[in-house]
C-alpha cells in the first residue's frame, strides 16, 4: 500500500479490518456486488457520492400542508390510542414516537391531533417528492452549461427517505478536479460554465467549501485544505459537490413542496443515512474518508442499517455489544454467532464499508391496506367479512390510482389475518378472477357532489368478496371454530402491464323523446331531404298557420321546410293542396301537435 494513503484516518488495514483474512473476505464480497473502483480508490468504495434525505416528521408537514394554519402549533398524528409522530413544536414539550394520547395530552395540553388512519395523503406527497427528485430537468441548473442532464438513479426508502446517486452530477467535473491534481487551474471559459460560485470554490482552489455540516468540523460551511498529493483528495473534492447537491435538493423541497428535510452526504449509502442524523432538523452534514471510524466507534450495533434485531441478539449472547467490540474480536467467534455470509456483512459495516448500489426505485410490487384491532379485536368469520367488505374499497381506489400511474393491473389478491394468541401472520392468497376489480371510471366521475368533492367509494363486485371467504376459509377450515384477530391485510400482488383500452364505435343515438312526444302517433310518411333544394333547407321564422310555434320551431329544418311548402301549395290556408295526399298526411300530422 502506498505510505502516503497509510495516514488517513480511515486507510491501512490494521483500521479497516482485524485481520488480513478478514480483508481478502470484504475485499472478495465487495468484487462480487459488482463495485467499480478507481485508482485512487484502494478498494474502500470511495468513487461514489451519495446523499441520503430525509424529510423532518413527514406525517405531521403533511397535516401543515393539508391545514397551513397549523404551522407553528404543536400537532401530532395519531393511529390508534397512540400519537405515532409529532412536529418538533410538540416534541419540545417532551412528546415521543409511539407516546401514549392520554400522555401526550398530559404533557402538552394544546397539542392539536390529526388522525394518521388514512395514508392516502402522505403517499401522495412521497410520490410528488419522488417524481421531482427524479425528473433529469431538477438537475440541470447543477450542471456546467455545457452538458446534458445524466440519468440520477433515486431509492425510496418508506415514505419519507430517499437514497440519491449523484455520481454523475459530480462525474461532470472530474476534468477539472483532476487538473487540479496535476497542479493546472481550469480555463477562463471552463470557470464561466459553472453553474455556481460555490461549485467554482470545489473545482478552482486547494481548499474546498462544504455547504452544511462535516463530522467532527466545527461550525456550518467549513473550508477544508485538499492534499492533491493524498488518495482521499479526490474523495473530499467529490464529496463537496455532493453537499452543495445536497443543499440544492433541499431547497428545492421548500420552494416546491414546502417541506422541510434533514441530509447526509457520503461515499456509501449507510454512511450518508447515518450520518445525516447528527444535526436536525432542517440541516446536513457531510462525513468523510478519515472520520470515518471515529465516526463508527460511536455507534451501537442496532442504529447500523443492515443489522438487524435477531442479529444483535446472537452477537450480544457473545459478549459483542458494540462496534468496537464487533472489531477486536476474532473473526471465527462472529462467524460461529450469525454465520460466515452475515459475519461478512457485519464487518465490512462496523467497518463502514457499504458496496450497495443505489436503485432506481420501479413501480410497487404489491398495494394493500390494513388495519390493526389491538383494542378490540374481530370475532368470527362474519365479523372479518364485514372488515373486508369495509376495507376493500378502499383497495379498489389504490388499485385504480396505480393503474392511471403505472399502466400496470393485478392478477393475484392476498388475505393476511394476524389471530390473538399468535406472534406471527398467515396469509393465503389466489389468482383474481374476471372482474374481481371493476374497471375505473373516468377522473371527472370520481368525485362526489356533496362533501367538497371527496372520492366516491367504489363498488365491490361480489367476485372478491367470494374470493376473500374462500381466502378466509382456507385460514380457518374449521367453520365451527370460534377465532379472534388483531390485524387484517388486503393486498393485491403480480402487476403486468396493462393491455391498451379497447377501441369503441357507436353511431350517434338520437335525442331521448319526452313521454307527451313518444305517445303521440308517428308520423305516417318519411321526407327524404335529399330531394330538397338547398334553399328550401334553410330555416324560416315564418310559420304555418294552425301550428304550434314551439313546437315547430323545434323540428329539423328540412322538415320545416317540407310542412311550409305543403302549407303554400295548400294556398295558404288549407286549401287547394297540390301532391294532396303526402301534403295533407304532413301538415294535419303537424297540427295535431297542438291539440290535447
Known sequence: M????????????????????????????????????????????????????????????????????????P??????????????????????????????????????????ENLDFYRETSQRIF???????????????????????????????????????????????????RGGTPS???????????????????????????????????????????AMGGCVRRLALGSIACGFTRRLLVDKMQLTTCGGVSYNKMLAKKVGGEHKPNQQTCLLPDRVKQFMQGCTLGSIPGIGFATCAKLKERGLASVPDV????????????????????????????PTPVKQTGPPQSISVENSYWASPIFGRDGVMREITRLAPHLIQRSWEHTARHRQVPQTFKLTVRFVGKSSRECRQAALPPNAIPRAPPASDRSSAVGEGEPQSPPV???????????????????????????????????????????????????????????????????????????????????????????????????????????VNRGGGGHGARGGGRATSILDYVKRQKEP
Open 327 to 354: 472489531l477486536s474480536s476474532p473473526p471465527h467467534m462472529i462467524r460461529d454467532a450469525v454465520g460466515h455470509d452475515m459475519a461478512t456483512v457485519v464487518l465490512q459495516l462496523c467497518n463502514g464499508i457499504d
Open 2 to 73: 502506498d505510505a502516503r494513503r497509510g495516514s488517513g484516518g480511515c486507510s491501512g488495514t490494521e483500521q479497516w479490518s482485524n485481520s488480513a483474512s478478514v480483508q481478502q473476505t470484504l475485499s472478495g464480497f465487495i468484487a462480487s456486488k459488482g463495485v467499480k473502483r478507481r485508482r485512487d480508490d484502494d478498494g474502500q468504495g470511495w468513487e461514489r457520492t451519495i446523499v441520503h434525505i430525509d424529510v423532518d416528521c413527514f406525517y405531521a408537514q403533511c397535516e401543515e400542508l393539508r391545514d397551513p394554519t397549523l404551522r407553528g402549533k
Open 75 to 116: 400537532v401530532g398524528v395519531q393511529q390508534k390510542f397512540l400519537v405515532i409522530t409529532s412536529n418538533y413544536a410538540a416534541r419540545q414539550h417532551g412528546l415521543t414516537k409511539g407516546m401514549n394520547v392520554k400522555e401526550a395530552k398530559q404533557k402538552c395540553p394544546q397539542l392539536i391531533l390529526k388522525s394518521g
Open 461 to 567: 363486485p361480489g367476485a372478491l368478496i367470494r374470493l376473500a371467504a374462500s381466502l378466509l376459509n382456507k385460514l380457518v377450515p374449521d367453520t365451527s371454530r370460534p377465532f379472534h384477530c388483531n390485524i387484517l391485510n388486503l393486498a393485491l400482488t403480480n402487476f403486468h402491464s396493462a393491455p391498451p383500452p379497447p377501441l369503441t364505435f357507436s353511431r350517434p343515438q338520437p335525442p331521448q323523446q319526452s313521454r307527451a312526444a313518444a305517445a303521440q302517433p308517428p308520423c305516417p310518411e318519411t321526407i327524404d331531404l335529399d330531394t330538397f333544394d338547398e334553399e328550401q333547407k334553410q330555416p324560416s321564422c315564418r310559420v304555418p298557420d294552425g301550428v304550434d310555434a314551439a313546437w315547430f320551431m323545434g323540428l329539423p329544418a328540412g322538415i320545416q321546410a317540407e310542412v311550409r311548402r305543403q302549407h
Open 188 to 230: 477562463g471559459q471552463e470557470a464561466a460554465e459553472l453553474p455556481d460560485s460555490r461549485l467554482s470554490s470545489v473545482c478552482g482552489s486547494s481548499s474546498v467549501s462544504f455547504e452544511g455540516h462535516v463530522y467532527s468540523h466545527e461550525g456550518a460551511d467549513p473550508s477544508i485544505a485538499v492534499d492533491c498529493e493524498s
Open 131 to 181: 417524481e421531482l427528485l427524479c425528473s433529469p430537468n431538477t438537475w440541470r441548473p447543477m450542471l456546467p452549461s455545457s452538458r446534458t442532464p445524466h440519468p440520477i438513479n433515486v431509492e425510496r426508502l418508506g415514505l419519507d427517505e430517499f437514497f440519491i446517486d449523484v455520481t454523475p452530477l459530480v462525474t461532470a467535473y472530474d476534468d477539472r478536479i483532476e487538473q487540479l491534481e
